[in-house]
């Protein structure tokens, strides 16, 4: 295993500005009016709004100016650009509307609204923050959150009030990417004070005591922090809350966009409602991204609705559509087995006792398949299963490894004909990705001790589940030979046998290889040992490969071209391994987890760490995804993360880190993206990045309650002012 301390850039900015409008002829040329030393002219079409950004200093670079509107079918409508290292920006493509528009920019305030329509061009003058604070409230939330205090070593062990079994690793990893910032962005200015609407507490300790049990996820955030955690946490957030309050700032700067990084275009648009979250979205297959192109955008609300969320980029149109269920009389997926729960645990301070999440569709996540078909893995019934998924049955898979219960299965959505089906699983289902065989094989993860998988060759020929569904424990060849034989239960190793494998929490992300038809999760996300596990048709045999101990654990992942596999890993790294580097046999009484460390290389996410914690970020990323096809614009075979603590995404290219941000609203939360290409012929207009915002709470972002999930659509152009 290697560590790589990776040259990074960070984006975010913040300007403000006084502005000369002036409407211009069609691809005319204009410069600032009023300015001695202008600079260079910049040429906009019609449908652009473009001009230059100065403050007392001269131009201001790596700045970003947002217009938005609501005159769209959809309630908000906002593009974002970057300006160029002489202050000058384009915002291409826009519809025709009338906008509002201003800059934002790190060590500035946001400028005043200026009304604009495209065709124009506006000049701003960006002026100075007044002071360090005004500055910081424009810092994407990792500048606040790393001014929270972890334990110290000493503390661990059981010399203090941190139960024994708690380890250093485990605490970093909660107050990451598996639970602190798993559903929700901590450090934005909502989770960094304390709703008025809580009361009044004697300390902050009591006040995060109480804030946790707000809504419908409080019992087990509760349980969480008061249970495995002993309660501990809650005088280490309510410190980091008091200090805010009492005046302290971060002690660690951004800084403004660079390179590439400015030649970011941020488009969103809300959908959904004010009171429902999004998971994440779809837009194209992952194999062939031109499938579906131009096309709409569908959400996945998870726990929160039915109604899934329908975009239309081309038309900026949206709408719902209502999840159906195969048992109309199933009961709400929420409660046991399921992670939300029915009734608030206590009153949310924006919410009160409302019941928000009402679901029994329960769509996690989406794929398109080459069809143009949507399969979701979603709860189409009760979660006890049919007898043919149980002991007794004839079917193949269960006379192996019988299973009772599913709390997700499949459901297929049919654009053309407005139609749901359903694929009635034994397993439960979380991701899904399709597999690169003839038959279109789709892989599902969440499902628990095994592989599951469905044969959509099958399905599509006979719809009949208990023909077209499959699967099989996950089982290691302990005894070396190559080949399944008898197997005994996990940590009961014998001789001469292969041992049945305990995935943990089971496996979270699905990742078929794109050549050799295996299949890769990541692993023990939520308990036992985090990893790579790796499950082989052919064979029916698996391997796994357990994370170093310095990245802590693992969240969502994804496989190259080359079948390197890259993950969001907990200690703020992205973690990538290449089993091709391996020194050692793969199979056999070693390989049971720490037989190939060789194969790991962390690369350090941007952004500050907690202190104490140096050699990695605090970043806390939620999922990755490999670029394979260049649909975003840097390239092909580029790993890109979710920044779940910095407002975006970061892509690892040449050895660097590339921020791509979304500068407004603050608070962007992503749990999932994909890429799509509409015309390969044109250039960067013809692709780009999808993505939702996932955050839990969507009334947590800068809007405040009435914010809307987003949709977001992020393109790479060749330079800054590229129409």
Known sequence: MTFRHDLYSTVAVAAIAAFVVAAL???????????????????????????????????????????????????????SVVTDDQGRYVIPDLPVANYQVWVRGYGLIDSPKVRAKPGQIVNHTAVP???????????PAIYWYVMMK????????????????????????????????????????????????????????????????????????????????????????????DRIAKGELPKHKPQRPQGVERNVVVTTWEWSTPDKYLHDLISSDR????????????????????????????????????????????????????????????????????QLWDTRFNSHNAMFDDQGRVWHAASIRGRPNPDWCKRGSDHPSAKVFP???????????????????????????HHLQFGYDANNTLWLSGTGPVAGWIDTKVWDETKDARKAVGWF????????????????????????????????????????????GSVWYTSGVFAGRPGFLRYDPKTRLSEFYAVPKEAVGLRGGDIDK???????????????????????????????????????????????????????????SYYTWVDHHNTVGLGENVPISTANLQD??????????????????????????????????????????????GDRTPWLNELGKGARPLAVHIQVRPNPLAK
Not at 130 to 136: Q, V
Not at 480 to 490: A, I, M, R, V
Request: proline letters at 9%.
């Open 25 to 79: 002829p069609e691809q005319g040329f204009a410069q600032r009016r009023g300015t001695p030393q202008a600079a260079p002219a910049v040429e906009i079409d019609k449908d652009d709004i473009g001009g230059v950004v100065r403050g007392p200093k001269g131009p201001e670079a790596g700045v970003w100016v947002i217009a938005e509107t609501t005159e769209l079918g959809t309630p908000r409508y906002v593009k």
């Open 473 to 516: 424990p996950f089982v290691l060849d302990l005894n070396g030979n190559g080949k399944l034989d008898e197997f005994t239960e996990p940590g009961k190793p014998e001789a001469g046998k292969d041992m049945r494998f305990n995935p943990g929490s089971g496996p979270y992300a699905v990742m078929p290889h794109p050549t050799d």
């Open 287 to 354: 194999r062939k991204p031109t499938v579906n192109a131009y096309g709409k955008l569908y959400g996945s609300p998870e726990y929160s609705t039915d109604m899934i969320p329908v975009l239309d980029p081309k038309t900026h149109q949206v709408w719902t559509i209502k999840g159906e269920v195969m048992d109309p009389n199933m009961p709400l997926s929420l409660g046991p087995g399921h992670a939300a729960q029915v009734k608030p645990t206590a009153p949310s301070p924006y919410w009160g006792d409302r």
């Open 648 to 693: 975006g995404f970061v892509a690892f290219k040449d050895g660097k880190m590339i921020l791509m941000r979304v500068p407004y609203p603050m608070g962007f939360y992503a749990k999932g993206l994909d890429g799509r290409i509409d015309d390969p012929a044109a250039g960067w207009k013809g692709r780009g990045l999808w993505s939702s915002s």
């Open 403 to 429: 299973l009772n219960d599913s709390s997700r299965q499949v459901a297929v959505y049919d654009p053309k004909t407005e139609k749901f089906s359903f694929v009635d699983t034994c397993y439960g289902t």
């Open 129 to 139: 923050a007044p002071n360090a604070r005004a500055a910081a409230h424009y810092y």
């Open 562 to 620: 080359d079948g390197v596999l890259w993950g969001s890993g907990s200690a703020g790294h992205l973690v990538s391994f290449d089993r091709r580097k391996c020194k050692g046999p793969l199979n056999g009484p070693q390989a049971t987890g720490d037989h190939c460390p060789e194969g790991f290389t962390l690369h350090r996410y941007p952004g500050p760490s907690f202190e104490g914690y140096e050699n990695g970020s605090a970043e806390a």
């Open 150 to 241: 972890l334990p110290p070593a000493k503390d661990f062990g059981g010399s203090s009030d941190i139960p024994k079994d708690v380890t250093r690793e485990i605490w970093r990893q909660r107050m990451g990417n598996v639970d602190c910032v798993g559903c929700h962005q901590l450090g934005q200015e909502a989770t960094r004070t304390i709703p008025a609407q809580l009361g009044e507490f004697k300390s902050g300790a009591d006040a995060w005591m109480r804030r946790v049990q707000s809504g419908q996820w409080g019992d087990a955030m509760t349980s969480r922090l008061a249970g495995q955690l002993g309660g501990v946490p809650y005088k280490y957030f309510g410190d980091w809350t």
